[in-house]
């Protein structure tokens, strides 16, 4: 037997009665981080902070990504509807403008687009249709 073969014998013959080693999770604090989180963290971040921030009746946080010329599980082209009180006598564009300041850190690294629909309680309840966003027109146009 040659020295290699030998001592890749010695090495299984060592293994052999050991357990497997164990593999760890991420270290995310005190709680573990469900599949939805690992496999969608820019969504859930948009939904965390979006929640966290404006109590929402309803919300809806949507990954258009798949719809653009991106990889596969891409996570840069949303969608977010957002009903909210705090949204009451708020102009448009200031509704707007506190939704992509709530979102500022996923707006400077990770999301490419953000179409928003930011309405009151008593708007969504007269009219909850959200117009459907255009095709992807193949990035730079080229």
């Not at 020295?3 to 014998?9: D, E, G, I, K, Q």
């Not at 969608?40 to 966290?52: A, N």
């Given at each position: ?12 013959a ?13 270290y995310?604090?005190?709680r573990?981080?469900?599949?939805t989180?690992?496999?969608h ?6 939904r ?7 109590q929402?009746v ?6 258009e ?13 949303f ?17 707007h ?33 959200v ?12």
């Amino acid at each position: 037997m040659n020295t290699v073969l030998r001592s890749a014998a010695r090495r299984a013959a060592t293994r052999v009665g050991r357990p497997k080693r164990r593999t760890y999770a991420p270290y995310t604090g005190n709680r573990k981080l469900n599949t939805t989180e690992m496999e969608h963290p820019v969504e859930t971040s948009i939904r965390k902070k979006l929640i966290e921030n404006f109590q929402p009746v309803h919300l809806d946080v949507i990954n258009e990504s798949f719809m653009h010329s991106v990889p596969k599980g891409s996570e840069s082209h949303f969608k977010v509807i957002v009903v909210s009180n705090k949204f009451d006598k708020v102009p448009l564009i200031k509704r707007h403008r506190l939704v992509n300041d709530v979102l500022k850190e996923e707006l400077q690294s990770s999301i490419h687009a953000l179409s928003i629909f930011a309405k009151t309680p008593a708007q969504w309840s007269t009219s909850q249709t959200v117009s459907k966003s255009p095709p992807c027109q193949g990035g730079a146009g080229l």
